[in-house]
């Protein structure tokens, strides 16, 4: 550390000689990435091929995926369709034979969109409701369908949730957010299944403890975290300073009583590429996790930017998921191993990169898109503590990716020529549902829960996100096909389309049978219970009291299982539960030939959108 020091500021100094001795070491350490041999057979580049003809995924998800298909998910459906049969409805029999035909069977994923600290919580209240392992939501009829996911997908807001959810092990929704005890010391004996640290969603984002002295302490100290990978010889920006950040709230290894001790890692070191270590991932009983982050290149093309928004739909989408990083877009499709992400060429090779705290600040990386005033008023503290310290660096506002891409589609990707990738937040084209990496057609995927916590008028959603999800899916027609959508939000909003669960493309003809069906779930009014709203907070709100988080948590359930009431004096559709079932395995039962019947006939007239 030492020679670090020059750089360092005076009120750093100041951090350093108060009570945290020289400890700042071992997060900065921790966060440093590595250089060393390359394994044999190393390929920093795997082309993924075209989704017209010879499109594939990595061997490590197309294995995971079978595993889970094969071992996992059978059962899954088994006491997934026995929580919605105890509901009372009763269901054609064609939907408990798809649910058990293992080889041909519903494909879903669950996306879960962007919004902040809001979208966090929400999206998290809205798998909760899924998640068979509560058993309110069990009961409810809803709860089960989470655990017959291969796919989720998270963006921003979304992908701090599901990074956080993944490498704490995948447990149960309030032991992620609220955890009830805490995890033994460094290199004491914690229980990893439970002990994580949990979200601190009470401690400000940006200014944690209210106390100046402490928060600029805490500020310094974000940023002096990074200093160690920018003396390795490695791009730092104020995404970093993100990164640390997050850090405390969404990767493992803060707690309350550690909060502001520099002798705890504090997330740093925890990557992405590890979740495969976890025991939730190696035995396949999570979702295949799966977070996004949009790019800026120099060449953008203006006339594809929706007016508001920043990066334009033509540019490519970049996934990270437990084995690779890369593009399925056209102008790329091509991807690089998470674990040496930082490597730029096969000579030498970086491990340490993929912190999973970066991957959430990349995805969210939305500095770029804020005016310097509501950037300052945000996020004063830590951008004044940055740009004294390292002077240029809040003008970076990208989070820099060593360019494991150099050289590679060069007619048609626009970053081909630049050392560093330059991600941004994965909303900035509009489309704030992570969407994208579920339409792959090497996936197949046949379903897809669309979750939608976005803000527009008084931060509910509007569903603008999917009209631009239909326009990019227009611009890249032989790589992905999206169901018809309402082309403008007054068209959603006029038709409670953002109030009610929604499903789009149920018509099928056999041409258009690999589209996938969404169910759109939005966080877009207040509960028809009357309630009071409590889930349209601001996304700049960066402060929640844990009763406010159970609140949100406990309003979305309500939101995720009152349905559309066939009857308007009714606040909830019993047979919301079974709807939701037939929706799932629409698809599949369009693929065996069967007709539509029974009480599934009737649930798809009410919920599908023509
Ligand atoms: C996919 O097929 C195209 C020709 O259709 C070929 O140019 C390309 O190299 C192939 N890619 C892979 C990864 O096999
Ligand atoms: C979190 O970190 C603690 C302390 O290093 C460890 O004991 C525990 O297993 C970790 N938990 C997870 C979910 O990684
Ligand atoms: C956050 O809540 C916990 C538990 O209620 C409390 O111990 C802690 O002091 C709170 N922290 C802040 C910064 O409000
Ligand atoms: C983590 O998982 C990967 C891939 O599943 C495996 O190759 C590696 O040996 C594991 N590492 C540890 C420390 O268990
Ligand atoms: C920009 O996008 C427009 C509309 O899709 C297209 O007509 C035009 O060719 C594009 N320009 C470039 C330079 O790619
Ligand atoms: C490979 O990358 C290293 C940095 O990691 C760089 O020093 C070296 O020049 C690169 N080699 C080539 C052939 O590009
Ligand atoms: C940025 O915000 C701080 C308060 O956090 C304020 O003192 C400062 O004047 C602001 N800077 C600019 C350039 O507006
Ligand atoms: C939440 O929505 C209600 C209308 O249902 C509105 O009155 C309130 O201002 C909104 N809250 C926020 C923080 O936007
Ligand atoms: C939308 O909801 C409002 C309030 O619940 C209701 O008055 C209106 O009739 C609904 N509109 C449609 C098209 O269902
Ligand atoms: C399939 O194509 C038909 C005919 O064009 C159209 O009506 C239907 O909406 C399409 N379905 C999907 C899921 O795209
Ligand atoms: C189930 O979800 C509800 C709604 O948020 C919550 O109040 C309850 O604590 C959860 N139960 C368990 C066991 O996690
Ligand atoms: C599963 O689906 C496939 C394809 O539709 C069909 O051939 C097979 O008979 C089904 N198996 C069972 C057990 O229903």
Redesign the pocket.
């Known amino acids: 550390m030492a020679s670090s020091l020059p750089l360092v500021s005076l009120s750093l100094i100041l951090a350093y000689t108060s009570a945290t001795t020289y400890a700042q070491a071992v997060p900065a350490k921790a966060y440093t990435p590595i250089k060393g041999p390359c394994p044999a057979d190393f390929e920093l580049v795997r082309m993924a091929g075209s989704a017209a003809s010879n499109q594939t995924l990595s061997t490590g998800e197309a294995a995971y995926i079978q595993s889970r298909k094969s071992d996992v998910i059978p059962s899954a459906w088994h006491t997934y369709l026995s929580n919605v049969e105890a509901t009372g409805t009763t269901l054609p029999s064609y939907v408990s034979a798809l649910l058990a035909n293992s080889s041909d069977g519903p494909t879903l994923g669950i996306a879960t969109s962007g919004g902040g600290y809001r979208a966090a919580i929400v999206g998290a209240g809205f798998l909760n409701a899924l998640d068979g392992r509560n058993g309110t939501s069990a009961a409810a009829g809803t709860g089960g369908l989470l655990q017959g996911a291969s796919y989720l997908s998270g963006l921003s807001g979304g992908a701090w949730f599901v990074s956080s959810l993944a490498q704490a092990n995948f447990p149960t929704i309030q032991d992620l957010v609220f955890p009830s005890t805490e995890y033994a010391a460094p290199g004491g004996a914690g229980d990893a299944h439970v002990y994580w640290g949990g979200w601190h969603a009470n401690y400000s984002l940006a200014a944690p403890s209210g106390d100046l002295l402490v928060d600029l302490a805490y500020v310094d100290a974000c940023v002096s975290e990074i200093l160690d990978k920018q003396l390795a010889g490695y791009p730092v920006t104020f995404a970093d300073v993100w990164s640390r950040t997050l850090a405390r709230h969404f990767a493992n290894g803060t707690t309350e009583s550690n909060f502001y001790d520099e002798a705890y890692p504090h997330g740093a070191g925890v990557l992405f590429s590890d979740i495969a270590n976890t025991s939730m991932f190696e035995s396949r009983q999570m979702p295949f996790p799966i977070v996004i982050a949009d790019i800026d290149v120099p060449t953008t093309n203006a006339s594809e930017i929706i007016p508001g928004d920043t990066e334009p739909l033509t540019n490519p989408i970049f996934e990270f998921n437990v084995y690779e990083m890369g593009s399925y877009d056209p102008m790329l499709s091509a991807f690089a191993p998470t674990k040496y992400l930082g490597t730029a060429n096969g000579s030498m090779c970086v491990t340490n990169y993929d912190q999973t705290s970066f991957v959430a600040a990349s995805s969210s990386e939305l500095f770029n898109d804020l005016t ?2 509501l950037l ?2 945000t996020f ?2 830590l ?2 503590a940055a740009s004294d310290t390292l002077p240029g660096l809040q003008n970076e506002l990208y989070a820099y990716w060593p360019n494991p891409f150099y050289g590679v589609a060069s007619d048609t990707f626009g970053a081909s020529k630049q050392s560093n990738l330059h991600l941004v937040d994965g909303g900035e084209d509009g489309q704030v549902i992570p969407l994208q990496p579920l339409l792959v057609k090497a996936r197949g995927i046949d379903v897809i829960v669309a979750i939608d916590v976005n803000n527009a008028e008084n931060n509910f959603a509007d569903g603008g996100t999917l009209i631009a999800t239909q326009d990019r899916s227009a611009l890249f027609p032989s790589a992905y096909s999206f169901p018809p959508v309402p082309t403008t939000t007054a068209e959603f909003t006029s038709q409670n389309l953002t109030t009610r669960p929604t499903f789009f493309g149920c018509t099928t003809t056999p041409a258009n049978l690999s589209t996938p069906l969404v169910i759109y779930l939005a966080n877009g009014g207040p509960p028809h219970d009357g309630a009071a709203p409590v889930t349209n907070t601001s996304t700049f709100q960066l402060t929640y009291e844990e009763s406010e988080v159970q609140a949100m948590l406990d309003q979305t359930f309500v939101l995720a299982t009152q349905g559309y009431p066939a009857n308007a004096s009714e606040t909830t559709d019993s047979e919301w539960p079974a709807c939701l079932a037939c929706a799932v395995v629409d698809r599949a039962r369009a693929r065996a030939g069967t007709a539509r019947s029974g009480v599934c006939e009737s649930c798809l007239d009410r919920y599908c959108w023509s």
């Open positions: 310097f005033d300052n008023d004063g503290p951008l004044a």
